[in-house]
């Protein structure tokens, strides 16, 4: 009963480093989200998808890119991190229609030096 | 877009004491959310309340969604509720939230 799953848990990157961060779900969700929560704030929508092959922009999406090339796994990707972009990165998905609750990942802790 | 302030933004109680967390937004809302960020960080869902009330142990909610607010109730409170609680609401497929209210329960 896994639900949704990030990987890596931890990670350090020097500036300018480039990395990914899979999202992974076993619900059979079609939507997939991903948020990042800085100190002392509430999460915020970086990008979304709402079917295999698409994404969306959300609230904060500068600096990053995603891809849902399956139902089951949303990435997100840094090009060329900066310092900015250290934050916990949190995924989440959805079944598809309204009003539906949002299930969570354990989140991932980026650092950026 | 829409606006979810929470309030108290921090709340310090004993154990055993009760507690009432407010969300307030400004439009209408197809789902909102209540969650529990744990001391390790990880996201407990605790209700999915789009209107209504419901309970869960200790724990209960209420949304009222005409008047666009949503309660949470903490009874008989313990160190183990200790953390942050987020309110989140969702229109358009989308889930904005709230800044908090941090709660830290002391023996």
């Known amino acids: 009963n896994a639900g949704v799953t990030q990987t890596p848990k931890f990670r350090v990157l020097k500036t300018g480093q480039s990395m990914t961060l899979l999202c992974a779900q076993d619900m059979n969700h079609e939507y997939m989200y991903w948020y990042r929560q800085d100190p002392g704030m509430g999460l915020r929508l970086i990008h979304y998808?709402?079917?295999?092959?698409?994404?969306a922009k959300g609230e904060v999406p500068d600096g990053y890119n995603v891809s849902r090339l399956k139902k089951q796994n949303f990435l997100l990707g840094l090009e060329s991190a900066a310092p900015s972009q250290t934050s916990v990165y949190f995924c989440?998905?959805?079944?598809?229609?309204?009003?539906?609750?949002?299930?969570f990942g354990d989140g991932t802790r980026l650092s950026i030096l | 877009g829409i606006q979810v302030e929470q309030s108290p933004p921090d709340l310090i109680l004993q154990e055993g004491a009760n507690s009432t967390l407010r969300c307030n937004f400004s439009?209408?809302?197809?789902?909102l959310q209540w969650f529990h960020q744990n001391p390790w960080g990880q996201l407990i869902n605790l209700f999915y309340i789009p209107s209504g009330t419901k309970q869960n142990g200790r724990l209960s909610a209420t949304t009222v969604a005409t008047e666009r607010y949503s309660l949470l109730y903490i009874s008989s409170s313990q160190t183990t509720d200790s953390g942050v609680y987020f309110c989140?609401?969702?229109?358009?497929?989308?889930?904005?939230f709230g800044t908090g209210t941090r709660l830290q329960v002391f023996p």
């Open positions: 989140a609401v969702e229109n358009t497929d989308k889930l904005i």
């Open positions: 998808s709402v079917g295999e092959g698409t994404t």
């Open positions: 989440a998905s959805r079944r598809q229609g309204t009003g539906q609750p949002q299930h």
């Open positions: 439009d209408s809302v197809n789902n």
